[in-house]
């Protein structure tokens, strides 16, 4: 390629690319796959590498072309970027537009453009002839530093405006802020967390920290996005309002934000700041208020400005969702399930609104990485409903007498154990009679698939737990008639119908009865797998974790679980209890033995939809004929049982070369 060709294809590949990072990074609506976008890419980079001297400021290939810096030179705002007045409530705000009115006069239109005020790093670019030229900080508000080459790796940043609906000033000044999507934040802190650094604290500091580095790489390495909210200076362009300035702008590329409006009342001002508070945590950024505006312009150049503010606009702050406080103690709190958390007790403090005296800190993992100390000062953040969380200690505020924390290894409720399988984040307690978990040991134990307790749903478990009428699933055996007809809109045919589905309940085979004891990480199936090896409860109880681990699809975490829920004296009560109480399986000896061997040490897998009998039913029909029924296939599965409908299943066995049979093949090997 001669290098006038070489010059006419750059430049057409500078404005396609740069076209379709704006489709991309500004609108949102890319028009062409990421393949096509690379190939255009690559395109360019082999040109310019072989032509250096064709490579221009505004190309794509330079935004993270720049040597790191020492540090940043000083450039000066051709006009002055001045703060705003806060407001801390509705009161404030009304008190600034009343001062609106005294200064404009009582018959004045007041018009107020109202947008969010975003949580991130204040900045000005500079384009010169539609090309960017500079970009600064806000600095002091006279002068800031110069962090170009950090600008330009941003991607909604664009090296060149887009000149179709109106023409480029020769020169223009726009204001915005450079923030980072709160997905974004989130992948990144987690990136950090998993590769062993310190997370950040907030959107804000990653963006602010992330756009002051020396070194541009990291910059472009950073999720960072921005939005422009105002000019500074527009040669030979004159505005009327301030909205209008912003759809200028918006005409030639920049990105401005969307949730904008022009109020045309105060009243309307106010709704605008409310529904913005409400939408604060389904937003992509963080926004931490709303600023109105007065809209006009000549009005604004009437009510001028103070010595670093102007009196025609005012931050209308939200209730901040971050605040320091310190941390008096750690306390451990017993969920349903009988995960244990850690939550910190605080000296309160006012955080989004409200009044925060606890704060989770989710795990023992999470208190050790962020070295969460008792005695700490930590920052505590809430995000709508969300229950607080401790986000980090402030290290340097320590004073030395701080305290380490150390997760209990006894149930701080029921002094049962609390065990931590391998690889679990959680610390759990395995009592069944445990009284912060009891409403749903309850549940479990009466659900359909375990004691099948028809009637006995989370009201009346409710009413039973917190009258001290049941202290463990036994006890639910020992309660009358006159005891179920008393509680709250129980009538005695209800509390009939109650008994009469208790009495049946014991009946339930083993298996089901394992699984209504809710030990963790036993399910439906495991528990039908012990049923039909040991046959026994006193066989489970006595096995250890190797002969536990000895029986086919049990493997160490689950044989684990099962020894250190038995070996607790509180449940072996509890089951001896249910002995009493007349659970048939537990006292009957090899109830659920095979009743046959035709399919000892075969394993089938159902899948799809059967017409003679249910999933359920086929399945208990191998195992009591000595075979095995599992859910998933593998290259140890002799039969798949497909039924119209199968999918994934069936392929995954015919790609193993396991035998797939129909139902009617499966009724001929039962008879």
């Not at 109202?114 to 970009?135: F, H, N």
């Not at 009437?302 to 941390?327: H, I």
């Not at 008096?328 to 995960?339: K, W």
Request: hydrophobic share 40%.
């Amino acid at each position: 390629m001669t290098k006038v060709n070489a010059s006419k294809r750059a430049g057409e590949l500078r404005e396609l690319i740069n076209g379709h990072n704006h489709r991309y990074y500004v609108l949102d609506d890319p028009e062409v796959s990421d393949a096509e976008y690379d190939r255009l890419m690559r395109e360019l980079e082999e040109i310019e590498s072989t032509h250096p001297e064709l490579v221009t400021p505004d190309s794509p290939t330079q935004r993270i072309g720049a040597a790191p810096a020492e540090e940043f030179p000083t450039v000066a705002h051709a006009v002055p970027m001045l703060s705003l007045n806060n407001a801390m409530d509705e009161g404030e705000i009304r008190s600034w537009h009343e001062g609106l009115v005294r200064q404009l006069g009582e018959g004045a239109h007041i018009e107020l453009a109202a947008e969010p005020k975003l949580d991130g790093l204040a900045v000005e670019l500079v384009y010169e002839r539609g090309l960017l030229a500079v970009g600064s900080t806000r600095g002091d508000g006279e002068r800031g530093e110069d962090i170009t080459g950090n600008i330009r790796t941003i991607r909604s940043v664009l090296p060149r405006l887009i000149e179709r609906e109106h023409k480029a000033p020769a020169r223009l000044d726009v204001r915005g802020e450079v923030y980072m999507p709160v997905r974004q934040f989130d992948q990144m802190n987690r990136r950090l967390a998993d590769a062993g650094g310190k997370p950040f604290a907030n959107p804000r500091n990653a963006a602010a920290g992330s756009v002051r580095q020396l070194d541009p790489k990291i910059t472009a390495a950073r999720p960072l996005d921005i939005f422009l909210y105002g000019v500074g200076r527009a040669d030979g362009v004159e505005f009327e309002t301030h909205s209008e300035s912003l759809d200028f702008i918006a005409s030639l590329g920049l990105k401005v934000v969307r949730e904008r409006t022009v109020c045309r009342s105060f009243d309307e001002a106010l709704e605008f700041y409310r529904e913005m508070m409400g939408k604060r945590d389904g937003l992509p950024y963080e926004m931490d208020g709303v600023v109105l505006k007065v809209n006009d312009l000549a009005q604004q150049r009437e009510l001028g400005v103070r010595s670093r503010s102007p009196r025609y606009a005012l931050a209308c702050k939200f209730p901040p969702r971050q605040e320091t406080t310190k941390l008096v103690g750690i306390t451990v709190q017993v969920g349903r399930t009988g995960a244990l958390t850690p939550v910190a007790e605080l000296e309160p403090v006012r955080v989004g609104g409200v009044e925060v005296r606890r704060a989770t800190l989710h795990n023992e993992d999470e208190v050790a990485r962020k070295d969460v100390r008792i005695g700490d000062t930590v920052l505590i953040q809430r995000a709508g409903d969300v229950i607080p969380e401790v986000v980090m200690s402030v290290a340097e505020k320590r004073t030395g007498r701080e305290k380490k924390f150390t997760m209990p290894g006894k149930c701080p409720v029921c002094g049962a154990d609390a065990t931590r399988p391998e690889g679990e984040a959680v610390r759990r307690c395995v009592g069944i009679a445990c009284p912060a978990k009891l409403k749903g040991t309850i549940e479990v134990f009466a659900s359909k698939g375990a004691m099948d307790i028809d009637g006995l749903g989370t009201k009346l478990v409710e009413q039973i737990v917190d009258g001290g009428k049941v202290k463990d699933p036994a006890d639910l055996y020992d309660l009358t008639l006159e005891d179920w007809a008393g509680l709250e809109r129980m009538a005695e045919k209800s509390a009939q119908n109650i008994m009469d589905s208790l009495e049946a309940s014991k009946g339930r085979p083993l298996g089901r009865v394992i699984f209504a004891l809710g030990i963790r990480n036993v399910g439906a199936h495991v528990s039908d797998v012990l049923a039909l090896h040991f046959g026994a409860i006193d066989d489970i109880l006595a096995a250890s974790t190797d002969a536990l681990e000895a029986v086919p699809e049990i493997g160490p975490v689950v044989a684990q679980s099962i020894v250190e829920f038995f070996a607790n004296k509180a449940n072996r009560r509890v089951i001896e209890r249910l002995k009493k109480a007349g659970i048939r399986s537990f006292v009957e000896k090899a109830a659920v033995r095979p009743k046959g061997d035709t399919f000892a040490g075969k394993t089938f897998v159902f899948t799809g939809s059967l017409e003679t009998m249910t999933r359920d039913e086929a399945e208990e029909k191998v195992r009591s004929l000595g075979g095995r029924a599992s859910s998933s296939v593998s290259k140890k599965t002799d039969y798949v049982v497909a039924g119209p409908g199968a999918g994934s299943k069936r392929a995954k066995a015919e790609s193993l070369g396991v035998a797939v049979i129909t139902e009617q093949d499966f009724l001929k090997m039962l008879r």
